[in-house]
C-alpha cells in the first residue's frame, strides 16, 4: 500500500513547523508576520510535494521562506516597528531570560536584511555559501552584511559585550549564549573553547 501524500505532507508540516516558525520570527520580528511567511512557504511545498517528498523539503522550505521574507523587504522599503516578542514558557536557567530579552532587543534594531544574514550564520549555523544560496545574493554581499550587521550591533548594543565579558569571569561555559556567539558561527565557537579563548 503506498503512503497517503496528503498523510505525508501533514506530518513534515508538523514536525518542522516549530524550527521554521522560530527561524522566520528571529528574521523578521514579527510573530504575525513570521507566520504568515510560514505559511504561505508551506503552502509552496505542498504544490510541489510529490517531487519534494523524497528530496529536501525542509531545505526548500527554509529557502522559500528567507526568499519571501526578502521580497516582502523590498516591497515595504520601510523599516516596521515590531511587537513584542511572543510569550515564551521560562528557560530553565533564570540568568538566561535578560540575556535573550537583550539579545531580541538588538536584532530588532538591525534591519531585516541584517537579521536575516545573522540568523542564517550563526542561529541555524550556515556557511556563507549557503546564506547566499539561500537569500539569493552572492557569497560578497554575504559577507558585507555580516560584517555591517555585527558592527552596528556593537554600535546599538554594546551590552551585548558586557553579557560576553560576565559570563567569561563568571566561567560559566556549559554552552555558548546566542550573544557570546554573536560573530562567530558554533562550530568555530565549539574549537576555540577548549583553547580557554
Known amino acids: 500500500m503506498t503512503p497517503d501524500p496528503y498523510e505525508e505532507f501533514a506530518a513534515f508540516a508538523r514536525a518542522c513547523q516549530?524550527?521554521?516558525?522560530?527561524?522566520?520570527?528571529?528574521?523578521?520580528?514579527?510573530?504575525?508576520?513570521?507566520?504568515?511567511?510560514?505559511q504561505a512557504a508551506l503552502v509552496k511545498v505542498a504544490l510541489r510535494w510529490s517531487r519534494l517528498r523524497d528530496d529536501q523539503p525542509e531545505a526548500y522550505a527554509r529557502t522559500i521562506l528567507y526568499r519571501d521574507a526578502a521580497s516582502w523587504w523590498r516591497r515595504q522599503r520601510?523599516?516596521?516597528?515590531?511587537?513584542?516578542?511572543?510569550?515564551?514558557?521560562a528557560a530553565a536557567d533564570s540568568d538566561e531570560v535578560p540575556h535573550r530579552l537583550v539579545l531580541a532587543r538588538a536584532l530588532r534594531r538591525l534591519t531585516p536584511k541584517q537579521r536575516a544574514v545573522l540568523v542564517l550564520r550563526f542561529f541555524e549555523?550556515?556557511?556563507?555559501?549557503?546564506?547566499?544560496?539561500?537569500?539569493?545574493?552572492?557569497?560578497?554581499?554575504?559577507?558585507?552584511?555580516?560584517?555591517?550587521?555585527?558592527?552596528?550591533?556593537r554600535e546599538l548594543a554594546p551590552e551585548l559585550s558586557d553579557l560576553v565579558e560576565l559570563r567569561s569571569a563568571s566561567g560559566t561555559r556549559q554552552r555558548a549564549a546566542p550573544a557570546e556567539r554573536?560573530?562567530?558561527p558554533a562550530r568555530e565557537h565549539a574549537g576555540r573553547e577548549g583553547d580557554g579563548q
Open 125 to 153: 549555523d550556515h556557511t556563507e555559501a549557503r546564506t547566499a544560496q539561500v537569500l539569493g545574493v552572492s557569497i560578497g554581499t554575504v559577507k558585507s552584511q555580516t560584517a555591517v550587521a555585527l558592527r552596528r550591533l
Open 78 to 89: 520601510r523599516e516596521v516597528t515590531v511587537a513584542s516578542p511572543p510569550e515564551r514558557r
Open 182 to 184: 554573536v560573530g562567530q
Open 18 to 38: 516549530p524550527r521554521l516558525l522560530r527561524a522566520a520570527y528571529l528574521i523578521c520580528g514579527d510573530v504575525h508576520l513570521a507566520e504568515d511567511l510560514l
